[in-house]
């Protein structure tokens, strides 16, 4: 089934540990993003990507990081987790850059202890 | 600073009848705006969208109205059914990139 895969599904990390959240899509969407969803404050986007080697800053990007290699990847990388980004992260992409809805993956439940 | 809010965290209706979900948005630049559901261990899925040239946007049960000089939109489901308790988030966005901002969401619940 076409789509979004995220792994891993949940995560426990200790402060100031490195963790990479996956997410693949066979969809051959241009735009790829990261979101969080936090209770109160909705979706919230980390970091985007509108093609592949290119990469851009969303509302909420400190204390992450993106990389876009190709079209089909796009791993977001905590360098070393702090509490506060204890969150349930989604990953996204959408076939333009503009006007284009977003199809979500099932999400990473992430919690830095 | 959210641009875009939906000020009821939840509502309740009965199947059958119609269920109203509402937004408002801060920032006159959006010009893209869409509704999408969230059902629990899942990632949100698209409904339905409008672009500001148009004040209505319908898709069988679902219609979004858009109030431009209100800053306001919103969602009319009719008739709810069970299957439609969810979460409901609104989005928007402007101009040249699909930078979407988020409400916070809307919990509705259809009884049956």
């Known amino acids: 089934i076409a789509g979004i895969t995220q792994a891993p599904t949940s995560q426990i990390l200790a402060a100031g540990r490195r963790m990479t959240l996956r997410c693949t899509q066979d969809m051959r969407h241009n735009a790829m993003y990261w979101y969080r969803q936090d209770l109160g404050l909705g979706l919230r986007l980390i970091h985007y990507?509108?093609?592949?080697?290119?990469?851009g800053k969303g509302e909420v990007p400190d204390g992450y990081s993106v990389s876009r290699a190709n079209t089909d990847d796009f791993p977001l990388t905590l360098a070393s987790a702090v509490p506060s980004q204890t969150s349930v992260y989604f990953c996204?992409?959408?076939?333009?850059?503009?006007?284009?809805?977003?199809?979500f993956g099932n999400g990473t439940r992430l919690t830095v202890t | 600073d959210q641009q875009v809010k939906q000020n009821s965290p939840s509502l309740s209706v009965q199947e059958g009848r119609i269920s109203i979900l509402n937004c408002d948005y801060t920032?006159?630049?959006?010009?893209?705006f869409l509704w999408y559901k969230k059902y629990p261990a899942e990632g949100p899925t698209f409904l339905i969208s409008?672009?500001?040239?148009?004040d209505k946007n319908e898709d069988g049960r679902f219609t979004v109205f858009l109030n431009k000089s209100a800053k306001h939109l919103s969602l009319h489901i009719v008739p709810s059914q069970p299957g439609d308790s969810a979460v409901y988030f609104c989005a928007a966005s402007a101009g040249d990139n699909n930078d979407m901002r988020f409400g916070a969401g809307t919990r509705l619940t259809v009884k049956p």
């Open positions: 409008i672009s500001s040239i148009k």
């Open positions: 990507s509108n093609t592949a080697g290119t990469t």
């Open positions: 996204a992409s959408s076939l333009d850059r503009i006007n284009s809805p977003l199809h």
């Open positions: 920032n006159s630049m959006f010009d893209y």
